[in-house]
């Protein structure tokens, strides 16, 4: 049973009437096909140092895996976002899964570094298709004011991947070579692939467009089709709401102080203190332990802390983790610190993950992608700045700045929280849901 098949999840109130929501069946396929984009996506933090040695190039160098799988990913969501609301998020999925299969199979065959990075760019490409439309379901499925609870429990999904993909992939490639784990992701995706595509032929019967759902002045009869907003409108439409712009510039923001520099933890393990593949990656793997903390104990936090205190403490607390990872004199330190980081930066990035689904719920699915091409955008710049400064012998001056700009940047996103229902006023956004929950009710 996975996390989003639970009692505690099922409790969550669902948006009955909505017939773009998911079943309980369906988030179950999601759930795996996350879990596996997750693995997938950080299958090389900490693999660096083999692929180094076997095409022998500098870890700055390998890390270019990262890198085109991240631009892939953040470029693509301009694509799926306004194909999700068109087609259908579950139909879209289905076709990501299948492409991440064959890119997987791809990397585990390339016998040279360029094809590596291009099966990378290409797993990129697919699982961009996957999470961001996974949080948009939920998105359609769940209420507001229960999605963040929600969205946690499919958090816990995505971290455990994270894990999977930092310390088993770890464990997997130092045993059994490299190539096996590609082996392995490329077989699971395929296993996914299958019955997401079985299930998909009856949900897209019930995710209909909302031009076509019931007219709401005259129960009983559909409104007229009216043509979709082209992409450009859509993410035209997002980019003038003031709220929108301060979400999606601390989500890249984040992505490349945060998410781009703990990519780089085991290979600073490696170097600094001797440590192995795979206890580097058992490392970094209490980042995702971290975050899995925070799951547990996320309702407690959301009705304590509010959406402006996990802001604030997640961003402090995962400043203080780089600190020990910069500072620490021994590799525990480290260990120490990605337990606190994981907790700490999933607080800040589960409450910027619910903001991301309301900006504007008749476009979510443009709403959610846009939001994660902006991270994936301002992961793959972090990317490539702190591969130069580590192979410029400043790896340590990576982690620092990361010490100091995530505190600032969720004191700046807690800032704009106490703003943002002024800001949406004004912007006309509160209309837009008033109106948005009489079509789906």
Not at 1 to 22: D, F, G, H, Q
Not at 221 to 234: E, I
Not at 245 to 269: K, Y
Request: charge should be neutral.
């Amino acid at each position: 049973m996975t996390a989003l098949e639970t009692p505690e999840a099922l409790e969550v109130n669902p948006v009955e009437a909505n017939p773009l929501k998911a079943s309980p069946r369906t988030l179950v396929l999601v759930g795996f096909a996350a879990f596996a984009s997750m693995m997938s996506m950080r299958a090389c933090d900490s693999i660096l140092p083999l692929l180094a040695k076997e095409f022998a190039v500098s870890p700055g160098v390998a890390a270019q895996t990262m890198s085109a799988f991240a631009i892939a990913y953040g470029a693509l969501q301009f694509f799926y976002g306004p194909l999700g609301d068109r087609l259908g998020k579950l139909r879209v999925m289905s076709v990501a899964v299948a492409v991440c299969a064959l890119a997987n199979l791809m990397i585990a065959i390339s016998p040279s570094l360029e094809l590596m990075t291009l099966g990378r760019a290409l797993a990129g490409i697919g699982g961009a298709g996957i999470i961001p439309l996974s949080i948009a379901l939920v998105g359609d499925s769940f209420e507001y004011e229960h999605r963040q609870e929600a969205l946690s429990r499919l958090m816990i999904v995505t971290i455990t991947g994270l894990i999977a993909g930092q310390w088993i992939g770890g464990l997997i490639a130092e045993w059994a070579g490299w190539r096996a784990l590609f082996l392995g992701l490329a077989a699971g995706f395929l296993a996914i692939a299958l019955p997401l595509r079985w299930v998909t032929r009856d949900q897209s019967r019930r995710s209909a467009p909302l031009s076509d759902m019931p007219d709401p002045g005259n129960p009983g009869k559909s409104s007229p089709s009216t043509p979709h907003p082209s992409m450009a409108r859509q993410i035209q439409r997002l980019i003038r709401l003031r709220w929108a712009r301060r979400v999606l510039a601390v989500v890249a923001i984040e992505g490349g102080f945060a998410f781009a520099t703990l990519s780089f933890i085991p290979v600073f393990l490696h170097d600094e203190f001797g440590l192995s593949i795979t206890w580097a990656g058992a490392v970094m793997a209490l980042f995702g332990l971290g975050g899995l903390v925070y799951t547990g104990f996320s309702k407690a936090l959301i009705r304590h802390l509010g959406e402006r205190g996990m802001a604030i403490v997640g961003g402090c607390a995962v400043g203080a983790a780089m600190g020990f990872v910069a500072f620490g004199p021994s590799w525990e330190w480290a260990a120490a610190g990605c337990l606190l980081g994981g907790g700490g930066l999933y607080m800040m990035h589960n409450t910027l993950q619910a903001n991301a689904s309301q900006l504007l719920p008749q476009i979510r699915g443009t709403s959610v992608s846009l939001f994660a091409a902006c991270f994936f955008i301002g992961q793959s710049v972090g990317v490539a700045v702190e591969a130069w400064a580590i192979d410029h012998g400043a790896a340590r001056e990576v982690f620092v700045a990361a010490m100091i700009a995530l505190p600032l940047l969720g004191l700046w996103f807690g800032q704009g929280l106490l703003v943002r229902d002024a800001w949406q006023l004004e912007d006309g956004v509160h209309e837009e849901h008033r109106v948005h929950r009489v079509l789906r009710d």
